[in-house]
């Protein structure tokens, strides 16, 4: 008899010398925090996403800006890690080395639930950085530190004026070319990739299932809902990453799984 899907992926991420996880929104939305679309609602409905995530939405409204990502500030302090998250920092911590964690998600859970080796793509939403290049630095200073900025909505700097922003990649900005190519390399170097809560629509992260499947990679998609990515996996686990991540990762009796391959 074959294997069950689970116990094969199961199998296959035992034998494996390097591992990926590439996480999306759907795995925070699990510990509470809404994705960005979800977030548009109350106040919010009535503005387009360019207003609130781009740089030019930000030279426009300021305010309005920073005070949203003020109350998706306060929903990722409140929220915690799920067993998804705990699970893959239990497997990190008892397999040093094998599993790294490429995440499109701008909260910090993934940390808190004890994973050390993680690569943001679009940035850290607690972060302060300026909005504009820092004049001191132009001068041949150092860098003033966000952190000195007078209290306001946004904070700004009292010597020149620039203001600080959340430290996210927006709409029309660039990902971090550092951490963008610490995530090529560990999807060519993978022996499995977790694609896990995603929707595989954001490139060019999507794009990096895709470098892993072309270097010889075995894709999973971890999902309860299809995924533009489904028809790159070699297996298709339906359920939710708290779920199945710790069935997969921590040593439970996996039970029937909803699966395609």
């Not at 591992?19 to 106040?43: H, K, N, P, Q, Y």
């Not at 893959?88 to 397999?95: I, N, P, T, W």
């Not at 299932?209 to 299809?226: E, F, L, M, S, W």
Request: with cysteine; proline share 8%.
């Amino acid at each position: 008899m074959p294997p069950e899907p689970i116990d094969e992926v199961r199998g296959w991420l035992a034998e494996a010398p390097h591992v990926a996880v590439l996480t999306g929104a759907g795995m925070s939305a699990e510990s509470g925090i809404a994705t960005f679309r979800d977030a548009l609602t109350g106040l919010w409905a009535r503005f387009d996403p360019q207003q609130l995530a781009s740089p030019e939405g930000f030279a426009a409204d300021p305010a309005l800006v920073w005070d949203w990502y003020a109350s998706r500030r306060a929903g990722v302090i409140a929220a915690e890690p799920n067993a998804g998250h705990r699970a893959l920092a239990d497997f990190e911590r008892r397999h040093p080395g094998r599993l790294h964690v490429i995440t499109q998600n701008v909260d910090d859970l993934h940390q808190r639930a004890g994973s050390e080796k993680v690569i943001r793509l679009h940035g850290d939403i607690l972060e302060d950085r300026w909005f504009d290049a820092c004049h001191r630095h132009a001068r041949g200073a150092n860098v003033c530190d966000p952190g000195w900025a007078e209290p306001g909505s946004p904070p700004a700097c009292a010597e020149c004026g620039n203001r600080v922003r959340p430290g996210v990649v927006w709409f029309g900005e660039a990902l971090p070319v550092a951490a963008l190519e610490a995530a090529e390399q560990l999807a060519r170097r993978c022996a499995v990739m977790l694609v896990v809560g995603t929707s595989g629509a954001v490139h060019p992260a999507a794009g990096l299932a895709y470098t892993a499947r072309r270097a010889g990679a075995k894709v999973v998609i971890v999902n309860p809902q299809p995924s533009e990515l489904d028809a790159l996996a070699l297996r298709r686990l339906q359920g939710t990453a708290a779920t199945l991540l710790r069935r997969l990762l921590a040593g439970e009796p996996p039970g029937p799984v909803s699966a395609t391959g």
